[in-house]
């Protein structure tokens, strides 16, 4: 291909040479021109000889890097589409159950609901039932006050009544029969 292209190219300039005309010395200069392409083809090939290696060694680590590039970029690619195809399954899956879950949160709620009420009825009753237990302790509570302030009340009176009937000789009598019969209880 180089060769093709140095060729046509010489070729090119002695045709274009035939065609000029001669007068005067105008021509076109065929020998300058053959020495200059003797020239330009020995720095050329003194180029690509030198520089051969190295230029096919950066095209290789350039060929590599892409590579390496493409290789990445692919990994990356893959990975993005399955997080993609995961996250498409997963929204898939949630719009599937969205109605099963709902119903579920709704039956939940129902549940919830229910025992609720059914808490707070066995706490009302317990809590009546309680209030009439501690009714009735109040009630006979109360009688024994009740009791007990109408036996002191009697005894009171009795006292008072006892006091007022009762003459002195008859009280030193009866102290003395309670003194005897404690003393009999003892023994």
């Known amino acids: 291909m180089k060769k093709t292209v140095f060729i046509i190219l010489i070729v090119g300039l002695l045709a274009s040479n035939a065609f000029l005309p001669k007068d ?13 392409l003797i020239n330009l083809a020995i720095v050329v090939i003194v180029l690509y000889s030198l520089l051969k ?5 950066f095209y290789l680590t350039k060929h590599d890097e892409f590579h390496e590039f493409l290789n990445r970029a692919e ?17 898939n899956t949630l ?3 969205k109605n ?3 119903q579920k949160a709704h039956s ?4 919830l609901k229910r025992r609720t009420l059914e808490e707070a009825k066995n706490l009302s009753e317990k809590l009546a039932h309680d209030a009439q237990i501690t009714a009735k302790i109040e009630v006979e509570k109360a009688k024994e006050d009740l009791r007990e302030y109408l036996l002191e009340s009697s005894l009171q009176e009795a006292r008072e009544s006892l006091e007022k009937k009762i ?6 009598r009866l102290q003395t029969e309670f003194v005897s019969k404690i003393e009999a209880v003892h023994q």
């Open 24 to 36: 005067h010395g105008h021509g076109f200069p065929v020998y300058t021109l053959t020495y200059q």
């Open 108 to 111: 939940e709620a129902e549940e």
């Open 53 to 57: 290696t190295k230029i096919a060694q």
């Open 95 to 97: 719009e599937q159950t």
């Open 100 to 102: 099963e879950t709902i």
């Open 75 to 91: 990994k990356t690619k893959q990975e993005l589409e399955a997080h993609h195809q995961d996250l498409t399954d997963k929204i």
């Open 167 to 172: 003459s002195p000789d008859d009280l030193a």
